[in-house]
T-cell receptor, first 118, second 110 residues
């Protein structure tokens, strides 16, 4: 297992187009997170899954954003009708979580998918 | 208001010198604090994680300290190397959420 993989690494698109990012987490990790990061800022939480269930969505996740994790393994993040303000690095992270387990839920991040909306 | 504040925003140091980064937080309740290193264009990589009862933890040339009473943490880099040039992000876990600092950008020059 080579860690968390994200694809594509870079995406340039025109305003109004749809884009989709894929994340393949570490195979034994049951939680998967999506974050957005702009230059000079820390990551901002978007949403997370435990197995295939989407447990939380940030208010940052407008109705143009949708995330899925259909089989509890890989996840996709789709942005519809992209806007210039969507330009950012989209980070995926995964973790193993079990209640009461010490040290659980340490996130392993992928390298990110950088989106540029022209 | 961000619950995790980092300082300085950026710093430049000469290779071989030491530096200390600060993280102040207001997250409550507190579960643990992590420091991540993020190289340009890459995802963050975990350096250390500390719980309430831990005051210091080292990972090679990186030493993190935690004062849970004053809600402050520091990351000390010893004998800096060019490869230490990166953004260092402080992340605090509360009851179930992670709060991220904006990071400190460290530039190491030869």
């Amino acid at each position: 297992d080579t860690g968390v993989s994200q694809d594509p690494r870079h995406k340039i698109t025109k305003r109004g187009q749809n884009v989709t990012f894929r994340c393949d987490p570490i195979s034994e990790h049951n939680r998967l997170y999506w974050y957005r990061q702009t230059l000079g800022q820390g990551p901002e939480f978007l949403t997370y899954f435990q197995n295939e269930a989407q447990l939380e969505k940030s208010r940052l996740l407008s109705d143009r954003f949708s995330a899925e994790r259909p089989k509890g393994s890989f996840s996709t993040l789709e942005i519809q009708r992209t806007e210039q303000g969507d330009s950012a690095m989209y980070l995926c992270a995964s973790s193993f979580w079990r209640q009461g387990v010490s040290g659980a839920n340490v996130l392993t991040f992928g390298a990110g998918s950088r989106l540029t909306v022209l | 208001k961000n619950q995790v504040e980092q300082s300085p925003q950026s710093l430049i140091i000469l290779e071989g010198k030491n530096c200390t980064l600060q993280c102040n937080y207001t997250v409550s309740p507190f579960s643990n604090l992590r420091w991540y290193k993020q190289d340009t264009g890459r995802g963050p990589v975990s350096l250390t994680i500390m719980t309430f009862s831990e005051n210091t933890k080292s990972n090679g040339r990186y030493t993190a300290t935690l004062d849970a009473d004053t809600k402050q943490s520091s990351l000390h880099i010893t004998a800096s190397q060019l490869s230490d040039s990166a953004s260092y992000i402080c992340v605090v876990r509360g009851d179930y959420k992670l709060s991220f600092g904006a990071g400190t950008t460290v530039t190491v020059r030869a």
